[in-house]
C-alpha cells in the first residue's frame, strides 16, 4: 500500500486519475504448482474453480489506468474490499471517489447501503432470481419504452427499460429492467443515482467492459496470470507493479499522437521494441533510434529532446536522438 501511495503522489499533474468514475472488479490468479495451500476461486478463462489468488483491481475510467490493487484478500473479506479501496483514495486524494461502477458479485446489498450513505455514487447490477424474472415477465408490452444509445458503437442500441423504485437494505434505490441488449435474460441495472438519465446509466455501465478489456490485455503482455505463488504477498506485489506498470505505458501513450486508447501490447511493439545504438559514457547514455516506420510518431511528440538524469548511474544523463 505504501509502494501505490508514492506512485499516486509521483502521478500528480499527469492527469491520468482524475478519481471522477472507476471501474472494480475481481481477478483470480491461477496456481498451478502442487501441493497448494491457497483457496479455490472461481477462474473465469477456464470456467472452472481451482487454487488461485484473489486480486481486486480499480480502474480510472477516463484513462483506463488501473490505479489500485489488493491481493492480500481471503475469503470473505470481498465484500469489504470496495471500502479499502475507498479509504485509499480518500487517504491519498483528500476526497472520495465521485463514481464506482460494478458488477453484481463484487459486493452485498447492505454494501450498497453503506456507500449510498457516505454518498458515493454506483451503478451495478442485481442478480437475476426467479421471482424478478416472474416479476419482468408479467409486465405488459404497454409498461416499456424504448431509448436509444448514444456514442455506443455496438447492435443492440435501441433497448426497452422499465424503472421502478426498490427498497434494499433500507435504502431507496432506482432500478432499471433492460430487455434487447443483446443478452437472451433481461438485464436489472441498479443505481443510486437519482437524476442521471437511463442512456447515461446504460452506456456508463457498459464502458465496465473496459476493465475487462484491460485484465484481458494485461494477462497477455504483463503475463498477469504467470506471476501466481502459493505466497499472497508475493502476487500482492506483483500486482502493485502492475498497477505501475500499466500507468508508465498510459503515460507514454498519452504523449503519442493516436495512441492514446492503444492497448499496452500496441504501444509496446510499435513505440518501445525499436532497434537502436547506445553509445555510453562515464557522464551520458545516449540512445539513437534507427530509421523505421514508426519513428517520425516519437520524434513529433517531442520526447526525444527530453534529457534525464539516473541516479543509479552516477548522475549519468540518459538522453535520445534520431
Known amino acids: ?8 503522489d509521483s502521478l500528480s499533474g499527469e492527469g491520468i486519475t482524475d478519481g471522477e468514475s472507476f471501474n472494480l472488479d475481481f481477478h483470480s490468479v491461477p496456481y498451478y504448482g502442487e501441493d497448494p495451500v491457497i483457496e479455490r476461486h472461481y477462474v473465469s478463462m477456464r470456467s472452472r474453480r481451482q487454487p488461485s489468488v484473489l486480486a481486486f483491481l480499480a480502474q480510472d475510467w477516463s ?23 475507498v479509504k485509499f483514495w480518500k487517504k491519498q486524494h483528500g476526497k472520495l471517489p465521485s463514481e464506482l461502477v460494478f458488477d453484481s458479485k463484487l459486493t452485498t446489498y447492505p454494501a ?3 456507500l449510498d450513505k457516505m454518498g458515493i455514487q454506483f451503478i451495478t447490477l442485481r442478480r437475476r432470481d426467479k421471482s424478478l424474472l416472474k416479476v419482468i415477465a408479467a409486465l405488459p408490452k404497454s409498461a416499456w419504452r424504448t431509448i436509444e444509445l448514444d456514442n455506443v458503437t455496438r447492435r443492440f442500441r435501441t433497448p426497452r427499460i422499465y424503472e421502478t423504485s426498490v427498497n434494499l437494505a433500507g435504502r431507496p434505490l432506482r432500478q432499471f429492467f433492460i430487455q434487447d ?9 441498479l443505481t443510486n443515482q437519482q437524476h442521471i438519465t437511463p442512456k447515461r446509466l446504460i452506456t456508463r455501465y457498459a464502458q465496465r467492459m473496459l476493465i475487462e478489456n484491460s485484465i484481458s490485455d494485461s494477462v497477455r503482455f504483463f503475463h498477469m496470470d504467470a506471476l501466481s505463488s502459493s505466497v ?5 506485489f506483483d500486482m502493485a507493479l502492475l498497477v505501475i506498470a500499466s500507468g508508465l505505458y498510459r503515460i507514454l501513450a498519452r504523449q503519442m499522437r493516436g495512441y492514446s486508447d492503444a492497448q499496452a501490447r500496441q504501444v509496446f511493439r ?13 557522464e551520458k547514455v545516449n540512445v539513437r533510434f534507427h530509421r523505421r516506420a514508426h519513428l517520425p510518431i516519437i520524434i513529433a511528440s517531442g520526447i526525444l529532446k527530453t534529457k534525464i538524469r539516473v541516479p543509479w548511474w552516477n548522475n549519468a544523463t540518459l538522453t535520445f536522438s534520431s
Open 1 to 8: 500500500m505504501r509502494l501505490l501511495a508514492t506512485w499516486h
Open 270 to 282: 510499435d513505440l518501445v521494441d525499436m532497434p537502436a545504438t547506445i553509445t555510453t559514457t562515464p
Open 63 to 85: 484513462s483506463r489506468t488501473f490505479c489500485y490493487s489488493n491481493a492480500d484478500l481471503r475469503k470473505g473479506d470481498e465484500s469489504e474490499e470496495v471500502f479499502q479501496f
Open 181 to 189: 441488449l443483446g443478452h437472451e435474460e433481461p438485464t436489472i441495472l
Open 112 to 114: 450498497l447501503a453503506r
Open 232 to 236: 499472497g504477498m508475493k502476487v500482492d
